[in-house]
C-alpha cells in the first residue's frame, strides 16, 4: 500500500540518529512544502538519503556559488542528468563517500534500482547499489533505470505513467510491476531527455522531438495535449559484431538454408529487408554487410549512429555518413564519388526511396537497405509514392516500374506468436521482384517462405535469368551455392504449384494491353483469311491451267 508524506528541511545529525534508530520522524525545513508524492513504505529511508545527499550538496553550492568551485558542481549536476559517463562517475564517488561518512547501511531501494551496479560501465562498478540508486533518484531516469539492468531488450515505452520493456526471452514487451509516481515525474524525466539536443524544444506549438542520447539510445518524445497521453520511446542500437551465423543460431531461419544468405551476401544482389518494427532488421542488415569481404568497399547513409560498422569492425573498408538532421542528396552525392561497390541506406522512410534508387542504378549491384513495409508486393508502389512525393510530382507508374527493375530480392521479417505471452521472429519469405519490359507486370516470386499451417519452410528455384547473370558476375561461387541450396531445398520441401507468385499488376489489366492483344489477334486472323485466299487463288489457277 502507498503512503503520502511531506518533506520538510532537517538537520543532518538528527537524520542521522532518527535513522539509526528506526525513526521516520518529519523533516524540519525553512522553504515551502513539496508536493505530496506516492512513495512504497520500504522506500521511505531510502528517500531520506537521497533528500541528506541533496542537501549537503545545495549547501556547499550555496558556500561556492559564486566562485569557480561553484560553477564545476553546476557543471557537474548539469552534465550528470544527461548520464555523461566521466561526469556520473565523478558523483558517484561523491555519494558513495557521503554514504560511507554517515554509516547509512543496509537501506532498502526500490526494487526498480535493484543490480544497477552490475550493469554499468566498468569504473563504476566498484560503487555501492545505494549510490547508484540515490544518483538515478536525484539526476536519472528514476524508474526507468530499471531498462539499463535489461541489455539485451532493445525498446523501452512509457505510456502516461506505464512502463512497458521488451523482453528478448519472451520476444514481447512486458509491462512493469512499477511505474511513474506523477505527472511532474514526467514532465522532468522529459526536460532532462530533451536537454540531449541542442536548441530542441518540445512544447504544445511543437509536441513532438526525435533525438539521440550520450549513452547511445535513440528517443521520441509525443506529448499532450496533441497525444490522449504522453510518450516515451527508447530504442537501444546494440554495436555488436552481428553475423549470418548468429541469426541462424537465433532461429531467424534453419541451419539449411545459411548457404542462401551467404549466397545473397556474395552476390551482390539489390536486396531490401522488409517487415514491421521490432523485427530485427538492423541486426540483418548488419549481418549481410559484415558477410562481404572486408576489402569490397561500401559505404552507408543513415539518419543516426545506428549500424555501428566501423565501431565493430575498424578494418572494413566501409565509409559511414551519419546525416542527424543534415542534407541526405549531400551525403549521396559524397558517397557516390568515394569509389565505393555497394552503398547502403539503412532505412527507407522518406526521400530514402530516391536515394535507395540512385545507388541501385549509379552503382552496378549490392545495395542493402531496410524498411517497415510487411507486404513485400507493394513496395514499388509504397516507394513509387515517396518517390514522386519526394520530386514535387512526376510519374507514378513510371517510378513503380523503375523500383521494379532495380530491387531484386525481398527479405520479409515478422514476428509469429507463440502463445500469449511469447512471440518468435523469423524470416517469412524471401522473394524475388521483377519488372517485365514486354508488357510491364510488376512481380514477385518466392524462392522460400515460411508456411504458418504447416510450421515448416518451403522452396522454390524460381530466380531469373536476368538476375542469376548479373549475380554471377560478382561471384559465380556463391550464385552456385546459393542454387544448389535452393534447389536441394525445394526438391525437399517445395511451394506448391500455382502459389508464391504475385503479380502486382497483370497485364491483361491494362485496356491498351488488351487492345494491343485484340489488335495483334486481328492481325493474325486478317493473315490467315489472306493465306487462305491465296492458297483458293493458288488451287483455282491451276485447276484452270
Not at 146 to 163: C, E, F, G, N
Not at 471 to 477: H, V, Y
Not at 529 to 540: N, Q
Request: glycine share 4%; charged share 30%; with cysteine.
Amino acid at each position: 500500500m502507498n503512503t503520502r508524506r511531506n518533506f520538510r528541511r532537517f538537520n543532518i545529525q538528527n537524520f542521522r540518529l532518527e535513522l539509526s534508530e528506526g525513526m521516520l520522524g518529519a523533516f524540519e525545513t525553512s522553504v515551502a512544502v513539496e508536493e505530496s508524492v506516492e512513495l512504497e513504505p520500504s522506500t521511505q529511508p531510502f528517500d531520506r538519503v537521497c533528500q541528506a545527499f541533496k542537501k549537503e550538496m545545495d549547501e556547499n553550492f550555496e558556500k561556492v556559488k559564486s566562485t569557480s568551485e561553484g560553477k564545476e558542481i553546476h557543471e557537474l549536476e548539469e552534465a550528470v542528468s544527461l548520464l555523461k559517463p566521466a561526469y556520473v562517475t565523478t558523483l558517484l564517488e561523491k555519494i558513495d563517500t557521503f554514504i560511507s561518512d554517515h554509516q547509512f547501511k543496509d537501506i532498502p531501494i526500490p526494487r526498480y534500482y535493484a543490480n544497477l551496479n552490475q550493469f554499468c560501465p566498468e569504473e563504476q562498478r566498484k560503487y555501492s547499489n545505494l549510490a547508484h540508486a540515490v544518483l538515478h533518484e536525484l539526476y536519472g531516469w528514476n524508474e526507468l533505470a530499471h531498462w539499463l539492468t535489461k541489455p539485451r531488450s532493445y525498446a523501452m515505452q512509457v505510456i502516461d505513467k506505464y512502463i512497458w520493456i521488451y523482453d528478448p526471452s519472451k520476444g514481447r514487451n512486458v509491462l512493469m510491476n512499477f511505474e511513474l509516481r506523477s505527472k511532474e515525474q514526467i514532465s522532468k524525466i522529459i526536460r532532462s531527455l530533451v536537454r540531449h539536443k541542442e536548441n530542441a524544444v518540445v512544447n504544445q506549438a511543437s509536441p513532438t522531438l526525435e533525438l539521440d542520447l550520450y549513452t547511445g539510445e535513440r528517443v521520441q518524445i509525443l506529448i499532450e495535449p496533441r497525444m490522449r497521453r504522453s510518450v516515451i520511446t527508447f530504442r537501444r542500437m546494440h554495436p555488436e559484431y552481428v553475423t549470418l551465423q548468429d541469426q541462424m543460431n537465433s532461429g531467424m531461419f534453419p541451419k539449411e538454408d545459411l548457404p542462401i544468405y551467404q549466397g545473397i551476401a556474395h552476390s551482390m544482389a539489390n536486396t531490401v529487408i522488409s517487415g514491421p518494427m521490432g523485427t530485427r532488421k538492423t541486426s540483418f542488415l548488419r549481418a549481410l554487410i559484415h558477410e562481404r569481404p572486408d576489402h569490397i568497399g561500401g559505404f552507408g547513409i543513415e539518419e543516426d549512429y545506428e549500424l555501428h560498422i566501423s565501431t565493430i569492425n575498424p578494418r572494413k573498408k566501409f565509409i559511414e555518413f551519419i546525416l542527424n538532421g543534415s542534407s541526405f542528396v549531400d551525403a549521396l552525392k559524397n558517397a557516390l564519388r568515394t569509389d565505393a561497390r555497394y552503398g547502403v541506406i539503412q532505412e527507407v522512410r522518406m526521400h530514402e526511396a530516391e536515394g535507395a534508387m540512385d545507388v541501385a542504378e549509379r552503382l552496378q549491384k549490392g545495395l542493402l537497405t531496410t524498411t517497415h513495409i510487411w507486404r513485400a508486393e507493394t513496395i514499388p508502389e509504397q516507394w513509387g509514392r515517396l518517390i514522386v512525393r519526394n520530386n514535387g510530382g512526376g510519374d507514378l507508374d513510371a517510378e513503380k516500374k523503375r523500383v521494379a527493375e532495380y530491387i531484386d530480392l525481398i527479405i520479409l521479417l515478422g514476428h509469429e506468436d507463440l502463445d500469449e505471452t511469447e512471440e518468435k521472429k523469423r524470416v517469412m519469405s524471401v522473394q524475388e521482384l521483377r519488372y517485365n519490359r514486354f508488357n510491364g507486370e510488376i512481380s514477385t516470386h518466392q524462392i522460400l517462405r515460411f508456411n504458418h499451417q504447416e510450421k515448416k519452410y518451403e522452396y522454390r528455384f524460381d530466380l531469373s535469368e536476368q538476375l542469376l547473370n548479373e549475380m554471377s558476375l560478382a561471384s559465380r561461387k556463391w550464385t552456385d551455392v546459393l542454387v544448389n541450396t535452393l534447389k536441394k531445398q525445394a526438391e525437399r520441401s517445395p511451394i506448391p504449384e500455382g502459389e508464391g507468385v504475385t503479380i502486382f499488376n497483370p497485364a491483361i489489366a491494362n485496356p491498351e494491353y488488351r487492345l494491343a492483344l485484340a489488335t495483334e489477334k486481328l492481325v493474325q486472323e486478317q493473315k490467315r483469311t489472306g493465306d487462305m485466299l491465296e492458297a483458293l487463288l493458288k488451287h483455282f489457277q491451276q485447276a484452270v491451267g
